[in-house]
């Protein structure tokens, strides 16, 4: 078990520009959630899938805001022409569970990706 | 809709000391888990404890306790015998299903705890 990996630990990057972070999940969960926590705050939840299968998106996830997850493994989050309000730490997190209503599952979170918009 | 308040922003203890942190919940639904998260200065939040919405007998695991209130849509969370290395932010999260089935994760501002020695 080698965890959630996260990669770029840190990013900083100029208005305007396009950024791209990948997570790793543990290989044998099926869920994986996409997070983003600012200074003070709780993480707040921005997409999940099952799978391969994008179910849910935040109302915070505005159309410059894009996830995948081919294959049902690793998942990508694209932010698009950044602003500096994007500036965040962006968690993974991922958990194992089935397509139903299994709520007991803990959450095993990667150690982020902080985004700094100049 | 669900949501978790955590009113206490910061708590300093001295070492030793018991500290207990305050959750309270709202949602609609009779099933649901409750979740306390730790995230140490290192940023990696890890699983500490949870409850189900059924179970409503306190428990103690360690020097970690627990007390889950329905009545009063409470979870609060202590630590007995405070240590430096329980310094960190705690998070108190609603885990409860959404239109699709999916298990969705809401989580607390959570509360900075800071031990000292």
């Known amino acids: 078990d080698t965890g959630v990996s996260q990669n770029p630990r840190h990013k900083i990057t100029k208005r305007g520009q396009n950024v791209t972070f990948r997570c790793d999940p543990i290989s044998e969960h099926n869920r994986l959630y996409w997070y983003r926590q600012t200074l003070g705050q709780g993480p707040e939840f921005l997409t999940y899938?099952?799978?391969?299968?994008?179910?849910?998106k935040s109302r915070l996830l505005s159309d410059r805001f894009s996830a995948e997850r081919p294959k049902g493994s690793f998942s990508t989050l694209e932010i698009q022409r950044t602003e500096q309000g994007d500036s965040a730490m962006y968690l993974c997190?991922?958990?194992?569970?089935?397509?139903?209503?299994?709520?007991?599952?803990?959450?095993?979170f990667g150690s982020g990706t902080q985004l700094s918009v100049l | 809709a669900q949501k978790v308040t955590q009113a206490q922003t910061e708590i300093s203890v001295v070492e030793k000391e018991d500290v207990t942190l305050d959750c309270v919940y709202e949602t609609r639904d009779t099933t649901y888990y409750l979740f306390w998260y730790k995230q140490p200065p290192s940023g990696e939040l890890v699983f500490l404890i949870r409850?189900?919405?059924?179970?409503?007998q306190n428990e103690i695991s360690g020097r970690y306790s627990w007390n889950f209130q329905k009545s009063t849509s409470s979870f609060n969370f202590t630590i007995t015998a405070s240590q430096v290395v329980d310094s960190a932010v705690y998070f108190c999260a609603l885990s409860e299903a959404v239109s699709g089935g999916y298990q969705k994760v809401t989580f607390g501002t959570g509360t900075k705890l800071q031990v000292i020695p």
């Open positions: 997190a991922s958990s194992s569970g089935g397509a139903g209503r299994d709520l007991k599952e803990k959450l095993f």
């Open positions: 409850r189900n919405s059924f179970d409503e």
């Open positions: 899938f099952q799978n391969e299968a994008q179910l849910e």
